[in-house]
C-alpha cells in the first residue's frame, strides 16, 4: 500500500452526508478531505464550520481540511476546534506564508500549503522543512469533476526531488481529476496521497474505489 486517500466530501450526498461518512469511517481511506471554498478566492461557495463540526462528532478519520479562502488566519482556530487535524492554505493568498503555518501549528493541527496549477514548486525551497504537507491543485480549485492537469506530474516530481535534497518530513497530496490512471501515475512520480471526489462517489460502490486507490 504505496497511497495514502482522502475521499473528498464536495461529491458526497448532502441529503445523506451522515451515511456518506459512515461508508469513509468503514472504508481504507486515511483521511476526510474538506473543501471549503469562499466564493472570493474561488468562483464557488460550498461549507464551512458547521459542517465540519457535525462532521467531526461521528468520522473515526482525520479531517483533511482544503482552505479555498482569503485571510485564512483569521479561521485557523475555529477551524481547529471544529476538529482540523490537517489544514490547508493557499500559498496565493498568504502574505506571511511562515506566519500563517506557525500559526496552524500552534493550534496542534499540521499544517500544509495548496499550490494552484500555475504556481511552480520552487516558491516553496525557503518554507518546506516546516511544513507536514503540501497540496499541488490538479485543477483550477472551486470544482468537483474537472479534467486532471498533465503538467500537475512535473511539478509532483519537482516537489519530490526538493523534499528528498531537503531530508524534509513533509508528505505530497494531489487534489482533482484522480482516478486509476491519473493516481497510479502520481503516485509514479513520488506523490503520497490521493484526493478524490467524483471518482468516489460517482461510483456505485464508493468504498471499493478508496480501496482501488489504496492500491494502486
Ligand atoms: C476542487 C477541490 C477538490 C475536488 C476534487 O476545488 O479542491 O478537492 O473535490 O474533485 P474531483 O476528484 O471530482 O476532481
Ligand atoms: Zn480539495
Same mark, same amino acid.
Given at each position: 500500500?504505496? !497511497? ?44 464551512? %464550520? ?8 461521528? !468520522?473515526? /478519520? ?21 476538529? !482540523? ?23 496542534? !493541527? ?43 506530474? /512535473? ?29 497510479? /501515475? ?22 471499493? %474505489? ?7
Amino acid at each position: 500500500m504505496r !497511497a495514502l486517500v482522502s475521499p473528498s466530501i464536495l461529491s458526497a450526498d448532502f441529503n445523506n452526508l451522515g451515511t456518506d461518512i459512515e461508508m469513509i469511517n468503514k472504508s481504507v481511506a486515511d483521511y476526510i478531505h474538506f473543501d471549503v471554498m469562499d466564493g472570493v478566492f474561488v468562483p464557488n461557495i460550498s461549507f464551512g %464550520i458547521p459542517v465540519i463540526k457535525h462532521v467531526k462528532k461521528i !468520522a473515526q /478519520k482525520p479531517l483533511d481540511v482544503h482552505l479555498m479562502i482569503v485571510e485564512p488566519d483569521k479561521f485557523i482556530e475555529p477551524f481547529v476546534e471544529a476538529g !482540523a487535524s490537517i489544514i490547508t492554505v493557499h500559498y496565493e493568498v498568504c502574505r506571511h506564508l511562515h506566519r500563517t503555518i506557525q500559526l496552524i501549528k500552534s493550534f496542534g !493541527a499540521k499544517a500544509s500549503v495548496c499550490l494552484n496549477p500555475h504556481t511552480p514548486v520552487a516558491v516553496l525551497e525557503d518554507i518546506i522543512g516546516d511544513l507536514d504537507m503540501v497540496l499541488l491543485m490538479s485543477v483550477n480549485p472551486g470544482f468537483g469533476g474537472q479534467q486532471f492537469i498533465e503538467n500537475t506530474y /512535473k511539478k509532483v516530481a519537482q516537489l519530490r526531488a526538493m523534499i528528498d535534497k531537503t531530508n524534509a518530513d513533509c508528505i505530497i497530496e494531489v487534489d482533482g481529476g484522480v482516478n486509476y490512471e491519473t493516481g497510479k /501515475k502520481l503516485l509514479d512520480v513520488g506523490a503520497n496521497v490521493l484526493v478524490a471526489g467524483s471518482f468516489v462517489f460517482s461510483a456505485d460502490n464508493p468504498s471499493e %474505489i478508496i480501496s482501488g486507490l489504496k492500491s494502486l
